[in-house]
């Protein structure tokens, strides 16, 4: 039998069948790994490089340097900060010659054939190191090209964030790259020093990051903005007040035009001529934002403003607003802004808003603060790792929201509730600022798969969990994501000439292939959106998917769905993959839940129910647990699919589903205590969790290539999601026994 753990070392020889108990643990110990740490903000400069719609760092160095001369080099240098050792494939398309150093090793060297095939893309398999990492790109020039396109595949799930080079721009975000040269530097030297000088090797690094002595001299607004009569910008900062009680402050300034400045939404000071200006305020200990406003006049020969705050006649500084990487600033800049354009100031100190198109910049060359995800490091959709989930979109973590959810109901502990709503606030509150973000750079920095959607992995399953917190916070910044996944689902999607989803992947493994899985990445959201909405299209196309699954995928002799069925075949692999069972029987349980007793396909569908639930409690193994592959005893036995399988027997039975409910409560409790005898440990970590799978028509694959990971996002929330039913099973049988 698999084995993970020594069985004494299970959370059920500590604390026996307490599945109340159990749960917690499970939600604590995530919660105690996956700290709600919020997006991280840094400066970024528009002008440097900018990714492509694939993800791909655009270092096309002839568009920057037209005049550049044949031989000439130029070279792009980045940092990349890993939270440990990881694996993780890049790509490289060349545009003339290139030499990719990696941690100062020559990595990579292009060909005659890589540097004049157009579109030719080599893929690199990188180990990056626990720490900081280097990657430096040598470009020479050719008539055919100049420079390369970089970047991690799949970058939308494999998060590449890159970081600026050198002491001057430490914490800064992006490349940096040379003003061509006609020799190599660093032919015979050893390649910069990750946080040297800039300066030291005599180059010319781009993208500028520093005024001239020209543009210093101007006040601030017109250095940012340039001289724009009639236009308004806002400036926003923060004073931090030491005092006890409501101590007097007094801010003394000039301005070049009318300014009004704001204290915690109330404004404190309005004046409308050329001049200076001094006011005082009565502020309480405590952090207090300040905002000003600008106005540049049409016979203005400057635009700006300057302020100082006192203290009992001691000068005191602002602070910055919010933590920004790579700045010492303390101001924030939005604008410019035509002066019909009306922003309600009691709502401008925020960074969760594009205003009338525009967002916070720094008082720097081309230079806007930009928030990245950056809690999983060189994500990997494989490899989870010990990284923090917080605040990520995906569809795994869609599973282990509406775990957390369920657990912090079941038990009443409204902090699990809250650490759950506030990571899915965490990336709603943020969307539309993702969607300029991509607009301005190319690819968006944050929520990657919801603002780049184009398979319902990017969308279903989280979006379902968004839905499920719905019914907890009632936030209106949920709706209009939902509308766009259901619009996707509904209207865009590629579909079968039968109706049936599918995916087209042109180009890529999965090419014209249909999943299980994606039974569980659409229907469980269209359920919930019909409920939120009223929209029936939506509830009967989740039943009407069910079925036109089944007729590619169920295998009626041994009333189990093969994995995937492949189009370019025209068959199905016939591999019962565990966990795509699982999600089929999982999301099965959430449709019937919500369609009402008289829909047409209700009766069909819990027969269809009850004939996978008999295919799957005869594949059961003596443990509890079912196998990776369900039909193969050599195969070994995987946690995710038993949680799943557990789950929805107790379901079946507990809403009157099955023909033989008392089969079920056997399996169900059976598989349960397989979970905390075997795969669960007393710190509430999860094993035995297959890794995100691609398909084969093998059952080699499953069972040797796909192998299991410690507190995979894939198990964990669909374990405490088993526990919350058996919970629930076991009190419903209680009741039931208490009527007799």
Not at 386 to 403: E, H, K, Q
């Amino acid at each position: 039998m698999t084995t993970y753990f020594n069985e004494q070392e299970s959370i059920q020889s500590r604390l026996g069948t307490d599945e109340k108990r159990t749960l917690k643990v499970l939600a604590d110990r995530y919660i105690g790994a996956n700290p709600p740490v919020p997006f991280a903000f840094r400066a970024f400069n528009r002008a440097g490089i900018l990714q492509n719609d694939e993800g791909l760092f655009d270092l096309n160095l002839r568009h920057r340097f037209p005049e550049a001369k044949q031989g000439q080099i130029s070279y792009a240098y980045s940092l990349v900060w890993s939270d440990s050792d990881r694996n993780l494939d890049v790509l490289m398309r060349c545009l003339g010659p290139v030499q990719f150093y990696f941690n100062d090793e020559l990595s990579y060297r292009s060909n005659v054939i890589d540097e004049l095939k157009p579109d030719a893309t080599v893929k690199l398999n990188l180990n990056f190191v626990k720490g900081w990492n280097r990657l430096f790109i040598k470009a020479k020039v050719t008539p055919a090209g100049f420079g390369c396109l970089f970047g991690s595949d799949e970058a939308k799930v494999r998060i590449l964030n890159v970081r600026s080079p050198f002491a001057e721009r430490a914490g800064q975000a992006g490349w940096v790259y040379s003003v061509p040269i006609d020799a190599d530097l660093f032919e015979e030297n050893p390649l910069p020093a990750s946080f040297s000088s800039e300066k030291e090797q005599g180059l010319n690094w781009l993208p500028g990051s520093d005024w001239s002595e020209e543009e210093l001299a101007l006040q601030v607004c017109e250095r940012l903005f340039g001289l724009q009569p009639g236009k308004r910008a806002y400036a926003w900062t923060q004073l931090n007040a030491t005092g006890m009680g409501r101590a007097p402050y007094v801010l003394k300034g000039s301005t070049t035009g009318p300014l009004t400045v704001w204290v915690n939404g109330h404004p404190v000071a309005a004046v409308q001529t050329e001049g200076s200006f001094e006011v005082e305020l009565l502020l309480a200990f405590g952090k207090h934002d300040m905002v000003i406003r600008s106005e540049c006049v049409l016979a203005s020969r400057a635009w700006g403003f300057t302020v100082q705050a006192y203290a009992g006649g001691e000068h005191l500084p602002f602070h910055a607003p919010v933590d920004v990487h790579g700045s010492n600033e303390a101001w924030l800049y939005l604008g410019p802004f035509d002066a019909n354009v009306e922003l309600n100031e009691n709502e401008i100190a925020t960074t969760k808003r594009v205003f009338a198109n525009h967002y916070w910049r720094l008082d720097r060359p081309e230079t806007w603060i930009r928030p990245y995800y950056e809690n999983a490091m060189l994500s990997n959709k494989w490899t989870v790792g010990n990284v923090t989930n917080f605040a990520r979109w995906d569809y795994p973590l869609g599973v282990t929201i509406y775990g957390l959810l369920q657990t912090g109901r079941l038990l009443e502990r409204p902090d699990i509730l809250s650490y759950a709503l506030e990571h899915v606030q965490s990336c709603t509150d943020m969307f539309e600022y993702s969607l300029w973000d991509r607009e301005q750079y190319g690819f968006p920095a944050i929520n990657q798969q919801l603002v780049m959607m184009k398979m319902l992995d990017n969308c279903g399953s989280f979006g379902s969990a968004m839905l499920e917190s719905y019914k907890e916070n009632q936030h209106a910044g949920y709706l209009p994501i939902a509308q766009r996944i259901a619009d996707f689902m509904l209207l865009q999607l590629e579909r079968k000439e039968d109706g049936a989803f599918y995916r087209v992947c042109q180009d890529e493994y999965s090419e014209n292939t249909m999943w299980a899985d994606d039974l569980y990445m659409s229907t469980p959201f269209l359920c919930r959106y019909a409920a939120v909405t009223g929209n029936r299209e939506a509830l009967d196309e989740a039943a009407k998917q069910f079925l036109l699954f089944r007729n590619y995928l169920f295998m009626p002799e041994q009333r189990i769905m093969s994995h995937v069925f492949d189009f370019k075949y025209g068959m199905p692999t016939r591999i019962p993959w565990g966990r795509g069972n699982g999600w089929t029987l999982f999301s099965l349980t959430e449709v019937l839940e919500a369609l009402p007793a008289d829909h047409a396909l209700r009766a069909e569908l819990v027969r269809f129910f009850n004939e996978l639930c008999a295919g799957y409690a005869e594949l059961q193994a003596a443990s509890g647990l079912w196998h990776q592959v369900l039909n193969d005893p050599d195969a070994y036995l995987e946690a995710s699919c038993t949680a799943m399988f557990a789950y929805s027997f107790a379901r079946g039975v507990r809403f009157g589903w099955l023909a033989e409910p008392q089969r079920y409560i056997q399996a169900a409790l059976k598989a349960w205590d397989g979970l905390t005898r075997y795969a669960i440990d007393a710190q509430g970590n999860v094993h035995g969790v297959c890794s995100g799978s691609r398909y084969a028509f093998t059952a080699d694959y499953y069972k040797k290539d796909l192998l299991t990971v410690t507190n995979d996002n894939h198990g964990v929330g669909i374990m405490m999601l088993a526990g919350t039913e058996i919970v629930k099973l076991k009190g419903w049988l209680k009741e039931l026994a208490s009527r007799d």
